[in-house]
């Protein structure tokens, strides 16, 4: 059934069971190295500088933004939407390929869908600002109030977006941390320190891989996985439809929920091979995240460029086919050859062409150029999500009301903060759980040693 | 502690082993009272006789959760507090869909998680007896209850398949966790 055997062993080192636990929970039993300490510094810094954003976007009011009445979304939609779509990585990672039977997943999953969390933690924060008042937030709860009593509007995409990004962030946590469970009682049993013991056996909840608790851990895995698997292709259909119902020219389009699905799993990919070649250099989990992973990662990467290649110029034939003179005049005047040009060009090129280099097996194979690529996504990704949201904006119908934006330092603190945030979640993450699923690892470890007797 | 049991346990150290002992038990009619393993092992998991329903009841927690959020869309948008957007209408079932699959999918992973915490008893400190630690690192435990199996014949038998280590504990000379 397994075809361990054509592609080579999943796991190299022939391990033993004792050596994956040990080799795997070590990085929670050393000391802070420096360039850790160093990470966290610099993600603090950026955390200050955003939490000062913050605090003067809420003290001030969303007038320290560089929005206007033209261009009501800037930054702060940009950036929610990009985190939101790297926060896809996890949840595509764990359930799409453990729905494909991958064993593979089982060494990055974990690593994944802690990025998600953070991931997604980020990407709310910048609604939440947007809002204006956001001690008021609550407004947007549907509860029996005394303003009316007024229900909130369940018609309107802001609304699900809400619900959406609320549950996205619940369930992930809750997945990611069903996994780390087993995890966390291996390392409460074999950890000599009685802090530890105490810290992990908290939070490994009585963990023991008895029969009865594996069988429902499975079951409740299934279920889990198969609910979220819906909730990863609604999610960003959702935070499409927030654009895709306006009738702004490059918004109102049929093609945004699956464009934006797919980008959101491209730019989540790309982040997750980031920062894996990052652990894998660090840690030197070379057993465990072998080339074949990142190759794998990188195979996926290519075919969902091409989607990407593909609904950009979809999205551009249709400006044409339809001969609406709007939508023609966003795409061809405004971002091929226009004011946005830079940007437009950025994005493709970054997204859809610059990734077909892994076609070739040289430079899938070529680690750092990999890793250069993935970055390089990422940067495609932010600049598709300008494009999106600032282009269409900005020249809409009458000229008259046409703006121009640029963001102002507080809206980039925000953003340098957000990135703050996530290094930060991500370094701490790398020193206290595990950064591979353990009893996954051993379960697919085993089917190599199998095939051998 | 309401009763100190004595538990005989088997400890392997490969899953082949602990399989085939696992089996060979099975034949023997001998009861198995727990298996404790560091990842699933689906041939135990399958034969020990231990089920879960809670895939079932998870089907029945969507099912029900959906028709009460439809319902509580239906009272509030049309029911209660009628608003008029643009002249669309108050029951709007196609814009309830997404609200309805969302926090559909909210309440069953909700339910679900509390479900399995309850029946399998995981939770901060909930005291349970852990009766080798090797468990969940690289250790194949089977385990049964000394006083309903003839110990003599299990340990014997236990010998012969390779067990690494036998022992006997009570549940009071465990580590609680």
Redesign the interface.
């Known amino acids: 059934m397994y075809k361990t055997e054509i592609r080579g062993p999943l796991i190299l080192g022939n391990k033993?069971?004792?050596q994956i636990?040990e080799e795997i929970t070590s990085p929670i039993y050393q000391r802070p190295k420096m360039w850790w300490l160093v990470g966290m510094g610099i993600s603090s810094i950026l955390m200050l500088l955003g939490f000062w954003g913050i605090y003067v976007t809420i003290a001030t009011g969303i007038g320290t933004w560089g929005v206007n009445n033209t261009v009501g979304w800037g930054w702060a939609i940009i950036n929610f939407v990009w985190w939101i779509g790297i926060g896809h990585a996890g949840t595509a990672f764990s359930i799409f390929l453990l729905i494909l039977r991958q064993e593979w997943r089982s060494s990055i999953n974990r690593a994944a869908e802690a990025m998600t969390v953070v991931a997604v933690g980020c990407a709310a924060i910048f609604p939440a600002l947007h809002m204006g008042r956001v001690w008021d937030a609550f407004f947007i709860f549907?509860y029996p109030n005394t303003r009316?009593?007024?229900?909130v509007?369940?018609?309107s995409p802001l609304?699900?977006d809400f619900?959406?990004i609320?549950?996205y962030l619940?369930?992930s946590a809750?997945f990611w941390f069903?996994g780390m469970?087993?995890d966390f009682?291996?390392i409460?049993?074999?950890t000599k320190s009685k802090v530890k013991k105490a810290v992990y056996?908290?939070?490994?909840?009585?963990?023991?891989?008895?029969?009865?608790?594996?069988?429902?851990?499975?079951?409740?895995a299934?279920?889990?996985g198969g609910?979220?698997a819906?909730?990863v292709v609604?999610v960003h259909s959702?935070v499409s439809t927030d654009f895709a119902v306006s009738v702004e020219p490059g918004w109102h389009t049929t093609l945004f929920p699956p464009y934006f699905v797919v980008g959101a799993i491209f730019s989540g990919f790309a982040m997750v091979m980031t920062l894996m070649v990052i652990i894998r250099k660090i840690y030197k989990l070379h057993d465990y995240i072998t080339d074949r992973h990142l190759d794998n990662v990188a195979k996926i990467l290519v075919f969902v460029s091409l989607i990407m290649g593909t609904a950009y110029l979809t999205e551009i034939f249709i400006a044409w086919y339809s001969a609406n003179e709007y939508e023609m005049f966003t795409f061809f005047r405004n971002r091929i050859t226009g004011e946005y040009t830079v940007q437009f060009w950025i994005m493709f090129i970054c997204n859809a062409l610059i990734p077909q280099l892994m076609w070739f097996k040289k430079i899938r194979h070529n680690i750092k150029m990999v890793f250069i690529i993935s970055l390089l996504i990422n940067l495609g990704m932010w600049f598709e999500r300008f494009n999106i949201v600032i282009t269409s904006l900005a020249k809409d119908y009458l000229p008259s009301a046409w703006a121009d934006y640029s963001p102002t330092f507080v809206e980039v603190a925000v953003f340098l903060g957000t990135l703050g945030i996530f290094s930060f979640g991500v370094l701490l993450f790398f020193k206290y759980i595990p950064m591979i699923a353990i009893?996954?690892v051993?379960?697919v470890n085993?089917l190599k040693t199998?095939k051998k007797? | 502690m309401q009763d100190d049991k004595k538990q005989l346990l088997g400890v392997f150290d490969g899953?082949?082993s602990l399989v085939q002992a696992f089996r060979k038990f099975k034949k023997e009619n001998v009861e198995i009272s727990?298996?404790?393993?560091?990842?699933?092992i689906h041939e135990?998991?399958e034969n020990?006789g231990?089920?879960?329903r809670?895939?079932t009841v998870?089907w029945f927690y969507?099912f029900f959760a959906a028709a009460a959020v439809l319902a509580?869309?239906y009272y509030?948008?049309v029911i209660?507090?009628p608003?008029n957007?643009g002249g669309?209408p108050s029951s709007?079932f196609p814009?309830?869909i997404?609200?309805t699959?969302?926090?559909t999918?909210?309440s069953?992973?909700?339910l679900?998680?509390f479900t399995?915490?309850a029946?399998?008893?995981?939770?901060?400190?909930?005291?349970?007896p852990?009766?080798h630690?090797?468990?969940?690192?690289?250790k194949f435990v089977i385990m049964f209850d000394a006083e309903k199996v003839d110990a003599e014949k299990v340990k014997q038998l236990l010998k012969d398949l390779g067990a690494i280590e036998i022992v006997e504990k009570l549940d009071s000379e465990t580590s609680i966790?």
């Open positions: 033993t069971l004792g636990s549907p009316g009593p007024l229900w509007n369940y018609n609304f699900w619900i959406a609320t549950a619940l369930i809750s069903l469970v087993p009682a291996t409460r049993d074999t056996g908290f939070f490994a909840m009585g963990w023991r891989g008895s029969v009865g608790e594996w069988k429902r851990y499975e079951g409740l299934f279920v889990l609910i979220a819906v909730l609604s959702i009893h996954e051993k379960m085993k199998d007797k | 899953e082949e727990d298996v404790f393993t560091p990842f699933p135990v998991l020990h231990k089920k879960t809670i895939i998870s969507g509580f869309l509030t948008a209660d507090w608003l957007y669309k709007a814009s309830f997404v609200v699959l969302i926090l999918i909210f069953v992973t909700i679900s998680l399995f915490s029946r399998a008893r995981i939770w901060p400190n909930v005291g349970k852990v009766y630690e090797g468990a969940t690192d690289d966790v």
